[in-house]
């Protein structure tokens, strides 16, 4: 292990947009993906992720190695995330969801998709369609009618126009 | 706009959903089909329902609000910060029932003063079902339980002198009998105070018991062999004393509190039938309520003062 050496072992990552990133391999391997590769032995030149861009990555292994110097505290491991994913919109944290999928990180997968949630809340059903990218195939009779059997939920929906 | 779309593959909307609100997620069954239908699937749901039971967000409680008008309403309070607070929700009482007879769940069962007249609400999906008993039941002790092999809620309505099961999923009466198996239980006509209220813990239904001559008891009902049976009381209970019930994080608690509080969790499954003793002693001289909210427990001590005891810090 990197500890016994004295060195950190240093992985090269790269997005699907040819940008190099290095993270300290302690870190990088919260992701199973990137684990795998490490024990069998691929990781020695450069991790290609092809799925992930390069602005995402780089949100990505912030949180690597902002999670990774918490020692074992779920509460302030917890805190952490809710800090770290506060100030993202919706188009960064469907990018992180996808990341955090592809690089098979449960602890970041659950936190973004519980704060897309939480975006979600209040929103009305044009916003997520909007921002989902989901065609309505619904005729209009249809969509009255699901919507007319749970009226009461339209109650303290956000007004539309914002983002 | 276009640039700003989002395609996440159904697998992963289907995560996100998980962690919506019921109303959300009603709501949403208005986005699409596919929405639709990813919703109103089954293990969908259940997942949702197991998903809610395990997030710490066991700190909602219905209040009875009061209104000017005649309809009967509940308000929606929460628990947060060592301090309640009502929420800017109000949902009005299924069928003019008002009268909360026991809870499992998140399911209510409701009567008025006919007792008689029997609603099984769930506030979340604001919906309810009407059941009518065959007789008025107002000496009667209920309990809500859910056999967790069928999936089936239970409604057990016990009497002095015969008991009634409701199945929901057969949507009928499934039993009434005029006797009770075991030895005389006679739930109903508890001359103490008014009828104990069934506290539903893993799908089963337990009442303390009590007869000022005679001693306290703890008994079940077991939907899944739909059968009463007796729980043991731990060894160094004063048998003469008042206990309570209730429900400890998804375990069943016991507590009585003459002069000090003691509390008693069983380990969870009807085959443990110890109730194991975790807790302490506190030299309280009040008459306390008990719940617990999240890893703390609450007591509540008439009107406004609580008490917040957190059992991992002492």
């Known amino acids: 292990m990197a500890a016994e050496t004295g060195t950190p ?53 912030t949180y690597m190695n902002g999670i990774s110097a918490i020692p074992a ?44 949630a939480q975006v979600m809340e209040k929103k009305s059903v044009g916003w997520v369609r909007r921002k989902f990218g989901i065609e309505n195939d619904y005729t209009p009779e249809e969509e009255a009618a699901v919507k007319e059997e749970h009226k009461w939920t339209f109650e303290g929906v956000e007004t539309d126009d914002d983002n | 706009m276009a640039d700003n779309k989002s395609h996440l593959p159904p697998e992963i909307v289907e995560i996100i959903l998980s962690n919506l609100s019921v109303k959300c997620l009603y709501r949403f069954k208005s986005v699409s089909k596919s929405w639709n239908t990813i919703i109103r699937d089954p293990v969908f749901i259940q997942n949702h329902i197991q998903k809610s039971k395990h997030s ?96 089936d809620f239970k409604v057990v309505v016990a009497d002095w002198y015969h008991y009634s099961v409701y199945s929901c999923k057969k949507k009928s009466w499934i039993m009434m009998k005029k006797e009770y198996e075991i030895e005389y239980t006679g739930l109903g006509f508890n001359p103490r105070s008014t009828s104990p209220k069934g506290v539903c813990v893993d799908g089963v239904s337990y009442w303390v018991w009590s007869r000022p001559t005679t001693v306290t008891k703890i008994v079940y009902y077991d939907p899944r062999d739909d059968k009463f049976k007796f729980l043991r009381l731990p060894e160094n209970v004063d048998r003469c004393k008042i206990i309570y019930l209730v429900n400890v994080r998804g375990s069943l608690g016991m507590y009585c509190n003459f002069c000090k509080v003691q509390i008693w969790t069983k380990e969870n499954g009807v085959s443990s039938k110890e109730l194991i003793r975790v807790e302490y002693k506190m030299p309280f001289w009040f008459s306390l309520k008990l719940c617990s909210v999240r890893n703390k427990i609450v007591f509540h001590e008439n009107k406004d003062r609580l008490i917040i005891y957190n059992p991992c810090e002492k």
Request: charge should be negative; glycine fraction near 4%; proline fraction near 3%.
């Open chain 1, 9 to 61: 072992t240093t992985l090269t990552l790269k997005s699907n947009d040819d940008e190099l990133f290095s993270v300290a391999e302690s870190a990088a391997i919260l992701s199973v993906t990137i684990r795998n590769m490490v024990e069998d032995g691929c990781a020695g030149g450069v991790i290609p992720l092809d799925n992930v861009d390069g602005k995402t990555l780089a949100s990505v292994i």
């Open chain 1, 73 to 116: 505290d779920e509460e302030k491991k917890k805190s952490y995330r809710d800090k770290f994913l506060s100030d993202k919109d919706f188009e960064t944290l469907a990018d992180m969801v996808l990341a955090a999928n592809y690089l098979n990180m449960s602890c970041l997968m659950d936190a973004v998709s519980a704060k897309i």
């Open chain 2, 56 to 151: 710490n967000s066991h700190n909602l409680f219905l209040t009875r609000a009061m209104s000017s008008t005649s309809s009967i309403r509940f308000s929606v309070v929460e628990f947060d910060d060592e301090k309640f607070q009502t929420l800017p929700v109000v949902i009005e009482a299924p069928f003019g029932c008002g009268l909360v007879l026991c809870f499992c769940d998140g399911i209510l069962l409701l009567t008025n003063r006919s007792y008689q007249r029997l609603v099984l609400w769930n506030p979340s999906t604001r919906t309810a079902e009407k059941l009518w008993h065959r007789n008025g039941c107002s000496k009667a002790s209920f309990g809500l339980c859910r056999d967790p092999n069928t999936d």
